[in-house]
């Protein structure tokens, strides 16, 4: 699940959708002929240089458009493939990494980090969702609705609620602005893209389906789990989405949890008071946050491109993760100490995407997923929110904003339940996470009697596995290679208690310009694939 600053724009580009005359009969999963087959995909040398750098194999698959009509108009879905190297062979592991919107082709390279050569036995595949990246039709509604010099997030006065709300309103109408767009729309639910899910199981002739899911991915496996109980293999959901929540409420749940956090993160700064030189008093540090906000508004740095959102939207990747916290800290340190935010504007712009593909899925998922309130009701919930946790309260309430006029029809929530799941499945949230609040991995252990439980005691950081701490990923190594998961414990608690990952130890070298490289690093995963999670996660469109 994702959040970053908009700016509205005009630039409006056509989507095509592709009639394939003579489809194939690759059915839904509740089509008319149950003796239909799902073509089998071909794979290639990858022409992206990135993904055959990490040694994949790519491929395309034709699903329908509409579920509904299984041999109607037909999309493709971009597919990868990392082929096991070691036996005995364990089946396939589908891979998402959040979103919804993130592009999943660089993903079965997860393989690699998996103790003990564990992944090496399945074949990885990676997925752009429909609509998403490589895949055909991709959505794109306005490639220049991200930028600088916005209202200030915070309506204080009349206009800027009306700015917002404008904005909002012209984005929206340009993801319904062909007939090929409001063709798609529709069709972008998450049930639609289980559906696929299951048409790529059948593609790749699996008997069941694996699965890796980070962060809006859960939804999808838990949603899977429910769908096809039967053809469930391994699951690994980490990051854990409630379904009860989604997804207005969870917004909200977010907007709670991202206070918590950089709650910590200011701790963090403060108990590292002889580096960054911000004091030792973390509340301290945090009123002279807001402050900065108070004053940038009024005076922009650096040319005009850093206001109050753009601090806003550089600092909130400290909320998700933190594995940079040391330059976050440094950057913030210049704004405040030196009045300098050339740090703090290199990190917004890295932190840019590309163009709106990302940005104009996740709308089109989540503003037709479940039914959502309208502007007076969503007011007066965002301040109430907001006076307790104002960090991120009205950014994440604008980010969402298309919805309140979106251009397709809403659909009644799916809330997943595994009562008819025997699989066993592993769940993985550490306790302060805030896009994937932890109440909501204990919700979703009730509802899946058949999983167990691993916490990151004390962390904030988002969807963590894999990152190099090891009784996490030994626990996620044990389960891909025998199936094993912790015992369950009675009671509403995890069934496996694991450290957090904890933030770097600052090193003085230098407050801009500075490399990771450079740094310890806390997270094992390699910088190309954390920048794919990321980029997914955050909604950055690469």
Not at 230 to 245: A, H, I, P, T, Y
Not at 354 to 361: I, K
Not at 402 to 407: A, K
């Amino acid at each position: 699940m994702q959040r970053l600053g908009v700016m509205g724009a005009a630039l409006v580009v056509a989507l095509a959708l592709v009639a394939v005359p003579g489809a194939s009969s690759a059915m839904g999963p509740r089509a008319a002929d149950p003796a239909a087959a799902v073509p089998g995909v071909t794979w290639k040398k990858c022409a992206d240089s990135e993904l055959d750098y990490l040694g994949l194999q790519c491929g395309r698959l034709q699903v329908p458009l509409d579920h509904a009509k299984p041999t109607g108009r037909q999309i493709t879905l971009a597919l990868t493939r990392k082929v096991h190297t070691a036996a005995p062979y364990q089946g396939v592991i589908l891979t998402n990494p959040g979103g919804p919107g993130g592009s999943g082709l660089s993903l079965p390279s997860l393989s690699d980090y998996v103790p003990g050569g564990a992944g090496s036995r399945f074949d990885w595949i990676g997925m752009d969702p429909r609509g998403v990246g490589a895949s055909s039709p991709s959505l794109h509604c306005n490639r220049r609705y991200f930028g600088y010099d916005r209202p200030a997030y915070v309506p204080r006065a009349t206009w800027i609620s009306r700015s917002w709300l404008a904005l909002a309103r012209s984005y929206s109408a340009a993801c319904a602005s062909t007939a090929g767009k409001r063709a798609l729309l529709p069709h972008l639910t998450t049930l639609d893209t289980v559906r696929d899910m299951e048409l790529v199981r059948q593609s790749l002739g699996a008997e069941k389906l694996g699965f890796y899911g980070y962060s809006y991915g859960t939804y999808l496996g838990q949603l899977y789990a429910a769908r096809y109980p039967s053809r469930v293999g391994r699951f690994v959901l980490d990051g854990v989405v409630n379904s009860q929540r989604a997804w207005y409420s969870a917004n909200f749940d977010q907007d709670r949890g991202f206070e918590i956090s950089m709650n910590q993160f200011w701790r963090y700064l403060a108990s590292h008071s002889r580096d960054f030189h911000l004091g030792k008093r973390w509340r301290v540090i945090k009123r002279g946050y807001f402050r900065q906000l108070t004053s940038l508004d009024r005076r922009p740095l650096a040319g005009g491109r850093l206001g109050p959102d753009e601090l806003n939207d550089a600092m909130l990747d400290a909320a998700y993760y933190v594995y940079d916290w040391d330059a976050l800290g440094y950057a913030y340190a210049d704004l405040v100490r030196r009045h300098q935010g050339a740090a703090l504007v290199h990190r917004y712009r890295d932190a840019q995407p590309a163009d709106d593909n990302e940005f104009a899925v996740y709308n089109a998922v989540q503003c037709t997923d479940t039914p959502w309130p309208g502007w007076a009701r969503t007011r007066q919930d965002t301040w109430a929110v907001h006076r307790r946790a104002p960090f991120a309260t009205w950014g994440n309430t604008w980010y969402n904003a298309p919805c309140l006029t979106w251009h397709a029809p809403r659909h009644r929530k799916q809330v997943a339940s595994g009562r008819k799941l025997t699989t066993k499945i592993l769940l993985i949230n550490e306790t302060r996470d805030a896009a994937t609040p932890y109440a909501g991995a204990l919700v979703t252990r009730r509802l899946f009697p058949s999983s167990s439980l691993v916490a990151g005691v004390g962390g904030t950081t988002h969807a963590s596995s894999l990152s190099g701490v090891p009784c996490v990923d030994n626990t996620v190594a044990t389960y891909l290679r025998t199936g094993a998961v912790p015992t369950r414990r009675g009671g509403n608690q995890a069934d496996r208690a694991c450290s957090r990952v904890r933030p770097p130890t600052p090193l003085d070298i230098g407050r801009v310009g500075a490399r990771a490289d450079d740094r310890n690093r806390v997270d094992r995963m390699s910088p190309l694939l954390r920048r794919d999670l990321r980029a997914a996660q955050l909604g950055i469109t690469r």
